[in-house]
């Protein structure tokens, strides 16, 4: 129910898929971004829900392949989802980088660059029957698309 403690490399595979496009973004972030005025309640949240969720990535090896079974199709769910996500950012670095890019949406999912990982590490907690990564991914979530939903909505309004 709260994972078996061990190294993870599933996790921290999908921490690279997730760090490394964000550590690109970083050095070039789209003209207008600014994290002022973000609602301090959703800022607790995400960054609560980033540092559970990173940990629980790591410690517990329930994420690992093991022998094959309709539940390993969670596994490729949320491994889908994750190469989603990184072909949202191929495609958000191919763009002009407006901030219209960074919170579009991808193949239906509305805010792809917020929804994809957060979809993908819960569906990584259903795999390994983490409820310690289901509980943070759900923390992260309310912080992480909340803050992309305001975001989103303010250069709609400003449009």
């Given at each position: 129910m709260f994972g078996n403690l061990?190294?993870?490399?599933?996790?921290?595979?999908?921490?690279?898929?997730?760090?490394?496009p964000n550590i690109i973004w970083s050095k070039g972030k789209p003209q207008g971004y600014t994290s002022k005025k973000e609602n301090k309640i959703l800022v607790f949240f995400e960054r609560s829900g980033e540092a559970l969720t990173?940990?629980?990535?790591?410690?517990?090896s329930d994420f690992n392949i093991h022998e094959w079974t309709l539940w390993s199709l969670w596994l490729i769910a949320a491994l889908i989802l994750m190469l989603m996500y990184e072909a949202w950012w191929v495609r958000y670095f191919r763009?002009?980088?407006?901030?219209?890019?960074?919170?579009?949406?991808?193949?239906?999912?509305?805010?792809?660059?917020?929804?994809?990982?957060?979809?993908?590490?819960?569906?990584?907690?259903i795999y390994g029957r983490v409820v310690c990564m289901l509980i943070a991914t759900l923390i992260l979530g309310i912080g992480h698309i909340g803050i992309h939903i305001q975001h989103k909505n303010s250069i709609d309004i400003g449009n």
């Open positions: 061990g190294f993870s490399y599933i996790g921290l595979l999908f921490l690279l898929m997730l760090f490394i990173c940990c629980c990535s790591l410690i517990f763009s002009e980088r407006r901030l219209s890019d960074f919170y579009s949406s991808f193949f239906g999912v509305p805010i792809a660059g917020a929804v994809l990982p957060v979809i993908a590490f819960f569906m990584l907690g």
